[in-house]
């Protein structure tokens, strides 16, 4: 008898499932994990200020050098 039982098929279907989701939830949490890390870095190069600051640093810059000529 030559075939592939339906039953062996469906478990090997639920074991590959069961990997895929599991990288996939892996995958996931190291990419939170990354992006956290890497977000407090570039905060930490920004000296704490958010986009917001550093437009208004800039603005600030930029009038009194207009000022001074």
């Known amino acids: ?6 039953d062996d098929v469906e478990r ?9 989701l599991f990288s996939m939830i892996l995958g996931i949490i190291v990419g939170l994990i990354s992006a956290i890390v890497l977000g407090n870095k570039v ?8 986009p917001v600051d550093i437009a208004h640093q ?12």
């Open 12 to 20: 090997q279907v639920a074991k590959s499932t069961r990997v895929i």
């Open 58 to 69: 800039l603005k600030q810059r930029s009038a009194i050098l207009e000022y001074k000529n």
């Open 43 to 50: 905060k930490k190069i920004l000296f704490g200020m958010e």
């Open 1 to 6: 008898m030559v075939g592939v039982l339906i």
